[in-house]
């Protein structure tokens, strides 16, 4: 399974960005899709993720702000993220556990400065 994020880019405060997140290969049964990042000097931390049954969850720091949504025909997962902070700067990694193992993307960067 690989996959393939991309969408991050440098932004100001207040804006938006779309993360996508293309899935490709044997996918096999999912149990989870999601996000994460890392910013620097940081661990790599939760962001969101969407579940088999449809069920969505966010960290704390990002609810009200970003929304995780998926296409399945397209095996493509997103992230939206609105109302922009600085502290979201972050390389951001997709996720997708499922039954054959835990696979994560390369990352996209954010950069939210003004």
């Known amino acids: 399974v690989q996959l393939q994020a991309s969408g991050g880019g440098l932004v100001q405060p207040g804006g938006s960005l779309r993360l996508s997140c293309a899935a490709a290969?044997?996918?096999?049964?999912?149990?989870?899709t999601g996000w994460y990042r890392q910013a620097p000097g940081k661990q790599r931390e939760f962001v969101a993720a969407?579940?088999?049954?449809?069920?969505?969850d966010y960290a704390d720091s990002v609810k009200g702000r970003f929304s995780i949504s998926r296409d399945r025909a397209k095996n493509t997962l997103y992230l939206q993220m609105n109302s922009l902070k600085p502290e979201d700067t972050a390389l951001y990694y997709c996720?997708?556990?499922?039954?054959?193992?835990?696979?994560w993307g390369q990352g996209t960067l954010v950069t939210v400065s003004s």
């Open positions: 996720n997708l556990w499922g039954a054959g193992g835990d696979y």
């Open positions: 969407i579940y088999n049954s449809g069920r969505s």
């Open positions: 290969g044997n996918i096999g049964t999912i149990i989870s």
